[in-house]
């Protein structure tokens, strides 16, 4: 079964420092979306990519958060410069077309020290 | 803006309870619904879902009607096993395809 793959599982990372997580999407899926969660609390909606460039970002998407598919194929986030609240799981989410459910990856959890 | 307003927990059942978890929602359009589902250390997997008013999705003994008059889509299974223990999160999915999600249930259920 095709599934979204993220890297890594785990990462920790020193305030300030930038950190790239990656997603590797589903073949031939279209959309795609960065979530967070942090820890005890609800996922929320970070950013959607479609066509290459981003549709809609949410107000935590400051301009420390980036997003781009360098390869055709990875697509990953990237955190400027981190800041302890950043410290959350990320997940990569995937959609072929509308209607359809979008597919997550495990996630990166990502702490901030 | 579209929203969704979950029962929130914890919820802690003996196993072969009937489980019930309120979900509604507001939006505008015609949005898909769903329940997602993690497991303890796992991501979110897709439990079910509708696309449209009426619809019931089921997957795994679950089931959730779309419920357009009431803007509802709660979550029910007849009958709970421990292996069911996780947090459910109904989710709205808007014209623009990002998902919505509600606050998230944990459900424990006990042997």
């Known amino acids: 079964e095709p599934e979204v793959t993220q890297t890594p599982s785990h990462q920790v990372t020193q305030m300030g420092q930038e950190v790239i997580l990656r997603c590797v999407p589903i073949?031939?899926?279209?959309?795609f979306y960065w979530y967070r969660q942090i820890l005890g609390q609800k996922v929320e909606f970070l950013v959607s990519?479609?066509?290459?460039?981003?549709?809609?970002k949410s107000e935590i998407f400051d301009d420390q958060f980036s997003v781009e598919r360098p390869d055709g194929s990875n697509f990953t986030l990237k955190i400027r410069s981190t800041k302890l609240e950043d410290s959350a799981m990320y997940f990569c989410?995937?959609?072929?077309?509308?209607?359809?459910?979008?597919?997550f990856g495990q996630g990166t959890r990502l702490t901030v020290v | 803006g579209d929203s969704v307003t979950q029962m929130e927990g914890p919820v802690t059942l003996s196993e072969e309870a009937f489980l019930t978890i309120n979900c509604t929602y507001t939006?505008?359009?015609?949005?898909?619904l769903f329940w997602y589902v993690q497991y303890p250390g796992e991501g979110l997997q897709l439990l079910l879902k509708?696309?449209?008013?009426?619809d019931k999705g089921s997957n795994k003994g679950f089931e959730a009607t779309y419920r357009k008059e009431t803007t509802s889509f709660h979550l029910e299974k007849g009958s709970v096993q421990v292996s069911d223990s996780a947090v459910y999160f109904c989710?709205?999915?808007?014209?623009?395809?990002?998902?919505?999600f509600g606050a998230g249930t944990t459900v424990t259920v006990r042997a």
């Open positions: 989410a995937t959609l072929y077309i509308t209607g359809t459910e979008a597919f």
């Open positions: 073949s031939n899926h279209l959309y």
């Open positions: 990519f479609y066509n290459n460039e981003i549709s809609e």
């Open positions: 939006a505008t359009g015609y949005p898909s």
């Open positions: 509708a696309t449209k008013a009426d």
């Open positions: 989710a709205l999915g808007s014209n623009d395809y990002k998902l919505s």
